[in-house]
């Protein structure tokens, strides 16, 4: 069944049926389009992000995707409102990130007030922009940032042609040489839907789970958008498709909307927090409210 939700041609989302068209930038931006999420040419002062990639491709495993999934499954870290894990994530500089050394809730109340900018009538819109990295408080409860932060992939199956790095930064993985991993399908059936693979552990699932536990009223897009933002293999570069259903294509428009925001909004520009927080807030009560289960 394919999820509904707003037209898209009243938001001025792209058609489903043109969904690799590049997608230029809606606002101006700090530094050229192109020079966003380069990771061939790192500067001295970013050998974090090359470290933090290899280190992820290394340790996440099938297994250990699996693992984690069961491990935060019931919410062991505690109860806590949006905004209390808002001030958590202050706290946190995402390693592999090569556009920014701001920290997190600075990067999120940008995305937020950018879609919010281009999007007034879809509130909720913007509430996803703000909390769709709050995941990333694993990083200060026990978790290295290369099991929480960076692109995810799709494991269990043959890897995506476009993930970050390549093949060679799965040296020590052992599923790059497992039999029932190297295959194009791997543990799956075709069109199993996303829904269905496990992908590596991070502050998207994470997220996803701690809003469906709780019961969220954001909508199945906002909902879906915060647990495949980070999947750029796929909807950057169109790997995995094979694996889809027609809901997950039918989602991608709304994902790939997204990831313009979250990317080409972060910069120099800071928003003005004190000012816009109440206007969150109301959405959070609206949305997701009180403590949750994380």
Not at 56 to 82: D, L, V, W
Not at 230 to 248: A, M, R
Request: with cysteine.
């Amino acid at each position: 069944m394919i999820l509904l939700g707003p037209d898209f041609t009243t938001m001025g989302l792209e058609d489903p049926s043109e969904i690799y068209r590049p997608k230029p930038p809606q606002f101006e931006l700090d530094k050229a389009a192109e020079n966003f999420r380069d990771y061939e040419n790192l500067e001295d002062d970013m050998c974090r992000v090359r470290d933090t990639y290899y280190e992820m491709h290394k340790n996440q495993t099938y297994q250990f995707a699996c693992s984690q999934r069961e491990k935060y499954k019931p919410g062991i870290i505690g109860e806590y409102t949006i905004m209390e894990m808002m001030e958590v994530v202050a706290k946190i500089v995402d390693e592999s990130d090569p556009d920014t050394s701001l920290p997190n809730n600075i990067h999120m109340y940008q995305t937020a007030e950018r879609i919010r900018e281009a999007y007034p009538d879809h509130p909720w819109f913007a509430l996803v922009g703000l909390i769709h990295d709050l995941g990333k408080v694993l990083a200060l409860h026990g978790e290295p940032q290369w099991a929480v932060v960076g692109d995810i992939f799709v494991t269990g199956c043959q890897l995506g042609p476009s993930v970050v790095f390549g093949l060679p930064s799965f040296e020590g993985n052992p599923d790059v040489i497992d039999e029932r991993f190297m295959t194009k399908y791997g543990v799956y059936r075709p069109n199993c839907g996303l829904e269905n693979v496990v992908t590596s552990w991070g502050h998207d699932e994470y997220m996803y789970q701690v809003l469906t536990r709780n019961k969220s009223t954001l909508p199945p897009e906002g909902l879906y958008m915060i647990r495949y933002h980070s999947l750029y293999p796929w909807h950057h570069h169109g790997d995995y498709d094979y694996l889809c259903s027609d809901t997950d294509r039918a989602m991608l428009p709304w994902v790939q909307k997204f990831s313009s925001f979250d990317l080409y909004s972060k910069g120099e520009k800071i928003p003005d927090v004190a000012a816009v927080k109440p206007f969150y807030e109301d959405l959070i009560a609206k949305y997701c409210p009180g403590k949750l289960l994380w």
